[in-house]
């Protein structure tokens, strides 16, 4: 198979790029070609060096219609797209040329798939949450969609356990950028709880982001005055993260880290960007899974703060985190591993090629009109987003300074009134002088 396979990101790299890059790993060992569109950079890098080849743009729709132009020259049987502006590339490209179009959806949005379901060949969700979020929002694409979770790579292993020891480690991995803010919180809490501060912990702290400058010297400061450590590895490569995980006695991340970390042989707190779900146990694992391990929920609205404290205290025994130490691992060599997750998805790959798509007759330009009306619409969507959001905020603001005045309103009528009373008593005790003389 020849596969085009677009990525739209922000960040430099996070559990995206690892998912694709796992994806090419595969598909090229098999033997096929695979063409990524991306951004330029290291990931873009990564992707040469495994074989793959690479189309760089920055997605502008100025640039995106030099590679629209590109890309439909070539012979792709199959566009596996991600969301947002990639998948409108995706989109335009696999109408234009006649192809399968595969879309796989990581996370609780639904990239406006109400506008194009009836393109999508098959719709791929890396959990049964985000799964049933998809249904719920568009129930057409209900019949294409099958549920892959994410996988692990095999250089993610346990090693003997670490010796006994006064002291702990505890390793927090995550992107620390505005759409983390609620991991980042999560974590602050733990550092916050009097009951966590008064444990023998060193932290160890994996990625980088722009709130990392932030979140460093909101972490220091809740580890003042404790017996606790910091120490920022930053953003770590994924042949350096096992080494890393293997001198913690526990994790703390979401998604794909979570997962890293119960590879490796660590009893694992799943923290994602939408939820907390806690210490990943054999009672709680499959819950915990179907949200991809943070990935779907209410952020801070169904949070408690003292949760993850909770979860920390429980592992201070080394009992438990032996026992939760080989739960862990065996769970991923049987549910969470690259082959299988890979393999997977190679099998959709194939079986959508196989049934093939319809042609439609289309003028030349069909392609860049598509796209410009699917990014038309996307950005319409984030404009509505914003502006209702804004408004939102306004009228917070608003209803805030009339409690404020409300309440000045309220002091200046007690001071009167306080004012009154004061004068009044003043006079009296000026007629009892007078009177005493």
């Not at 210490?279 to 952020?299: C, E, M, Y």
């Not at 004068?423 to 005493?436: C, G, P, T």
Request: aromatic share 8%; charged share 25%; hydrophobic share 40%.
């Amino acid at each position: 198979m020849n596969i085009l396979l677009p990525v739209f990101f922000h960040s430099a790299m996070g559990g995206l790029h690892r998912h694709i890059l796992s994806s090419v790993k595969v598909l090229i060992r098999e033997e096929h070609e695979v063409t990524v569109v991306c951004k330029p950079g290291p990931f873009a890098e990564e992707i040469e060096a495994l074989g793959g080849q690479v189309i760089r743009t920055d997605y502008s729709n100025e640039d995106i219609k030099r590679v629209i132009d590109e890309v439909r020259t070539q012979p792709f049987d199959v566009v596996y797209a991600h969301p947002f502006d990639s998948r409108q590339l995706g989109i335009a490209v696999a109408e234009a040329n006649a192809i399968p179009f595969v879309l796989v959806i990581h996370g609780m949005y639904v990239d406006e798939i109400e506008q194009y379901h009836s393109s999508v060949t098959r719709v791929v969700a890396v959990s049964e949450q985000i799964a049933t979020h998809l249904t719920d929002h568009c129930p057409a694409v209900e019949s294409k969609l099958i549920v892959i979770p994410n996988g692990v790579d095999a250089a993610f292993i346990p090693m003997e356990a670490r010796p006994s020891s006064e002291r702990v480690t505890g390793l927090f991995t995550s992107r620390l950028d505005a759409d983390k803010l609620f991991i980042l919180d999560v974590f602050l809490d733990a550092l916050e709880d009097e009951r966590v501060q008064r444990l023998p912990i060193d932290w160890l702290i994996v990625g980088d982001g722009t709130q990392r400058e932030k979140y460093a010297s909101r972490y220091e400061e809740a580890l003042e005055g404790t017996d606790q450590t910091i120490k920022w590895l930053g953003w770590l490569d994924q042949s350096d993260l096992p080494d890393a995980m293997h001198r913690a006695d526990f994790v703390i991340g979401p998604g794909r880290s979570a997962l890293e970390g119960m590879a490796v042989g660590k009893p694992t707190i799943a923290v994602g960007s939408k939820s907390y779900q806690g210490l990943v146990t054999p009672s709680t694992w499959t819950d915990i899974a179907s949200t991809n391990f943070g990935g779907i929920g209410t952020k801070y609205d169904g949070y408690t703060s003292g949760q993850i404290g909770d979860a920390i205290l429980e592992l201070m025994d080394e009992a438990t985190r032996r026992e939760l130490a080989r739960f862990s691992s065996a769970l991923v060599d049987e549910h969470f591993r690259d082959e299988q997750s890979q393999q997977r998805l190679l099998d959709v790959l194939e079986q959508v090629v196989k049934e093939g798509t319809s042609e439609m007759d289309l003028i030349e330009c069909y392609p860049f009109i598509r796209y410009d009306q699917l990014h038309a619409r996307r950005s319409n969507r984030i404009c509505t987003w914003k502006l209702t959001d804004r408004e939102q905020r306004l009228e917070a603001m608003r209803d805030e300074l009339e409690a404020t005045k409300q309440k000045l309103e309220q002091l200046r009528s007690t001071n009167e009134e306080q004012s009154s009373e004061i004068n009044r008593l003043r006079i009296k005790l000026q007629r009892w002088s007078d009177e005493s003389k």
